[in-house]
């Protein structure tokens, strides 16, 4: 005879148990495991990390029109909060959910200065809620590889499609290792998932499985994206959004760019934010104008910068730069050889003061 086969709301109720005695015992030691006494320094430069690298800087999320800041992103599992500080500063809204009500609330009071961020105490296995077509992206990190039903991810899986605008995707990692033995009673070890599993959950709910890696490996990371066009046949909406993305190319839209001053000294740093590169290298296209020669523009040169997590990057001027107009006339995104984007935007360097 097959076991019994409990119901999604009983295997919530004890990842719930589970969940909020694990957040009162040690709750930054189950987050990550790596360290059984977190500094909270340490504890939130590992999430921001993992946002860097798993995020912002994943070209799969990035392409086309991907400008984070204008973004509202859900986030499953956020525990104690350690990645949606990163995520908070990189998107415009995070609606972030988690199982244990001891969790919100230590990530309640960690995040308490952030204005953009709701967390929810969701019931474990879906996003009621949360309206439909409202986030642009998904994602979730160390959590599904603690669920012990099949059943649930695949309910969590459709009610990310819910949530998504189309052409959103979800970025999630699940155990990706097939010889982790799961049973309903352990809410430590999740069942695993193979890229056949994979691959038939995304067509039940409704994605396209965009792309994996880490098969077989704990760290499993799948990208399901909503179709954004679900009326085109299939082999036709790649072809689509390539040539939506070459129009907008074309358009050659211009990129919001500001500096911290206008006028600036040879030898001091000025502050370009280029808010729509969050955290990428950035190319810079400028002409520079000596200020009494002619003829007015001696070249256009290219250099690039480093922005930080809100598209901020400090420009040193060299201590021998002669005074004149620097125009910057395009910028592209380096990490991810974008198209460049046209601006129209001028410092003056100043004379340099007599010592
Ligand atoms: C290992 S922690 C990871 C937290 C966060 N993702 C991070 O990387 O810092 C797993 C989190 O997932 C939550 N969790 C576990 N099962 C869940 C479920 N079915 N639904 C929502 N949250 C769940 C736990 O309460 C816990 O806060």
Redesign the pocket.
């Known amino acids: 005879m097959q076991p019994k086969v409990p119901s999604n709301s009983a295997i ?1 109720s004890r ?1 719930e148990q589970d ?1 909020d005695a694990r957040a009162r015992e040690n709750a930054e030691f ?3 495991t790596g360290n059984e006494r977190w500094s909270p320094e340490d504890f939130f430069r590992g ?1 921001k990390i ?1 946002v860097e690298n798993d995020i912002l800087a994943d070209p799969q999320l990035i392409r086309g029109d991907g400008e984070f800041s204008r973004m509202r992103v859900l986030e ?5 909060g ?2 949606t500080r990163a995520m908070a500063e990189a998107f415009a809204e995070v609606h972030a ?4 009500a001891e ?1 919100i609330a230590l990530a309640t009071r960690n995040l308490s200065d952030l204005r953009n961020v709701f967390l929810h105490k ?1 019931n ?2 879906d996003l009621s809620g949360l309206p439909s077509r409202s986030c642009d992206l998904a994602f ?4 599904f590889q ?2 012990p039903s099949r059943n ?1 991810i695949e309910n969590y899986i459709r009610e990310v499609h819910r949530c998504l605008k189309p052409g959103g995707m979800f970025k999630f990692q699940v155990q990706g290792c097939m010889a982790v033995e799961s049973t309903h009673e352990d809410t430590w070890m999740g069942v695993p998932m193979s890229l056949d599993d994979a691959r038939a959950l995304a067509r039940l709910c409704g994605f396209e499985l965009l792309c994996s890696s880490g098969e077989g490996t704990q760290y499993f990371w799948l990208w399901f994206q909503k179709p954004k066009w679900p009326w085109i046949p299939k082999p036709l909406q790649s072809a689509a959004s390539q040539a939506l993305r070459h129009v907008r190319n074309a358009l050659r839209k211009r990129a919001r760019l500001t500096f911290s001053t206008r006028k600036v000294r040879p030898g001091e740093t000025y502050i370009v934010a280029v808010p729509a590169f969050p955290g990428q290298v950035i190319d810079i296209a400028y002409e520079y104008s000596p200020a009494q020669k002619a003829p007015p523009v001696i070249g256009v040169v290219v250099e690039w910068c480093q922005l930080d997590s809100r598209g901020k990057a400090r420009i040193p001027v060299p201590a021998d730069h002669p005074a004149g107009r620097v125009r910057i006339t395009g910028v592209r995104s380096r990490t991810h050889c974008g198209p460049w984007f046209r601006t129209n935007k001028t410092i003056e360097v100043a004379p340099k003061l007599a010592p």
Do not use: K, L
């Open positions: 919530a990842m969940w189950y987050i990550a999430g993992n499953i599992g956020c525990g104690a350690r990645m959910v988690d199982i244990s969790m969701n474990g296995v979730s990190f160390i959590v603690h669920i649930v």
